[in-house]
């Protein structure tokens, strides 16, 4: 299969209805690996639609038909014989592939693009020069037989693996929302919409698409939570899979717009834009295939580049992993093991994880089994971080869109293939997708040195969220600072009101929660980093404490103040580091603690009152704040 020379490029051949009146043959050296490897890819991408439109023999076998061909041309170059004409090479080889529906633009641009044809034509008579080497190189990467790739089965498990997610995450917010969000929860929601009316106009739902401008009753959380529970559940099961994809979408938009600090995080965005995906998926399998890899690779490569942009010493000098399994917000109890590991080992982990994310996000468009040992490096990472750390659906999430690097040989599902091309409209959705995509980077790696065009582009496309930026760890926290409630009903003997699963007490193991995400504890630990002034809501709960707000109460742990909530409340600050075995032997206990000093002062009931917050000694700075409709 080589060629010695470059042919002539002839005429487009005639349409598909009529070239396949007609079997043309495809003539190879039967002898050759190579050959026989990539004339089976051939035969299987022409053979579905136009069934015998191509027959594929070896020379060996029909030589003699041919006495003008020498047996050192049939050796050279594969031979394309037509009712019409003779064609060879590269010329051959993409008439041949024009007979593959999904595969025509290949021929197309042979065709009408001069630079690509040249390219082609090199690349043909290069690897035909060396298809020992070629064939050797090509096993490992693509398999033992060269076979096209089918997605359905694949799709099938990542659109459920998607709606499974999307379940978890409907569900936990609804448990949650009414001591969040609602009325009187933390920062209600009808209170942030109303500023967002007053300084966005009546055209401020462009800027923030949520059913919320509706309505910020209790109602419409609960409306919202529960189509997209639905949505899940219709999803998981694949019933009307498109129109469930969208619903859920609208519903977890809404509520993300709605949740302020306690539903921005980046599972949240990714979700969002996973559900879009789903709906892709159930309609267009390959070109959901390709938008699930595009999402893996940005997701994957951001996380890493973010890590090294930032200038984070713990990343370049690979000490990262002796901060992470005891800082992050909620460890698992084989945290505290792994964080007691050798230095050494941490540190290879910490250079393993960072060549996942910068190295092996490239090998998502590589060859099949480039992508498989991608996705098998990457699915490792997330169970490492899903066994050490509570993260909700989020490593799951991940692991389930890596799927889409596999194809269905690969989970050995038996499906009957499709070979039809996408349409012109699903094409170009991928095209502007990936453009986005390729914004989103450049964004991220320009550090905000990109022109006034990309800006416009990303901020108009930016409140749907349908292709977000992701960077996770960028800055790795070195110490953990926990923010203990302690309430009291003369202001001198305090007793802590417990949050369920955060760590506080130190004799208790860090406890297993996901796919759950106790978002109140979740904040805390934000709280702890960011100070007063980064967490003024923080005041909006002492508040709710103070007048033991059922639903806020429900998010916490159980209160030693039975009869009626405590008079007076605060919050005191503690560095808590995890106990070495050796303490941990002698003590029993888990963490240890010091001292650090009040983080939020005193505060009190001073008389009896109907109203909610009526009597609450507190600067109303910290009450519902509106300074921004971006909240």
Known sequence: MSDASAPVRSPEPPALESQALEPWLLVYDGDCG????????????????????????????????????????????????????????????????ARAPRLRAWSWCYRNLPLFAWIAEAAYRFTARHRGAAYRIARPLFGAELRPADYVR??????????????????????QAAGLVGSHGILPVGDYFDAARAQLGPWGWLQ???????????????????????????????????????????CYLSLEYGGGVFLEFQWDILLIETLLLAAVLSRQVRIGIWLTRLLVFRFMFLSGVVKLISGDPTWHGLTALDYHFET?????????????????????????????ELVLPFFVFGPRNARRFAAAAFIVLELLILLTGNYNFFNFLTIVLCL??????TLRARVAPSRAAAPLRWRVLLVAMAALGALQIHQTLGRGTFAGWETAILRAADPLQAVNSYGLFAVMTTERDELIVEGSDDGFEWRALPF????????????????YQPRLDWQMWFAALTGREGAPWVGNLLVRLLNGEPAVMRLMGPSPFVAKPPRFVRIVRYRYEFTTPEQRERTGAWWGRQYLGIYFPPVRVAAESAG????VHIDREYLFPRDDGDD
């Not at 964080?339 to 050494?344: A, F, V």
């Open 404 to 409: 889409g690097l596999l194809d269905d040989r």
């Open 328 to 356: 992050q917000p909620l460890p698992t109890v084989l945290a505290w093991y792994f964080h007691n590991l050798p230095h050494g080992v941490l540190r290879a982990f910490t250079a393993a994880a960072l060549a996942i």
């Open 208 to 250: 923030l698409p949520s059913l919320y401008w509706l309505s910020g009753a209790d109602w419409m959380t609960t409306a919202l939570c529960a189509v997209g529970v639905v949505a899940s559940a219709l999803l998981l099961v694949r019933v009307a899979t498109t129109y469930a994809a969208l619903a859920a979408y609208v």
């Open 34 to 97: 190579f050959c026989r490897y990539t004339v089976d890819y051939a035969r299987a991408v022409t053979d579905v639609e136009a069934a015998g439109s191509v027959r594929y023999e070896p020379y060996q076998r029909v030589a003699g038909d041919y006495p003008d061909i020498s047996v050192d041309e049939f050796r050279s170059s594969i031979q394309l014989m037509t009712p019409a004409s003779r064609h060879r090479g590269a010329d051959a080889a993409f008439r041949v592939l």
């Open 500 to 515: 369920e699963f955060k760590p506080e007490a130190l004799d208790a193991a860090p406890r297993w929660v996901a796919p």
């Open 612 to 615: 909610p917050n009526d009597g």
């Open 154 to 175: 694949t799709a099938d498990l990542i659109v459920r693996g998607i709606g499974l997610s999307a379940l978890f995450a409907f569900a936990s917010w609804w448990w």
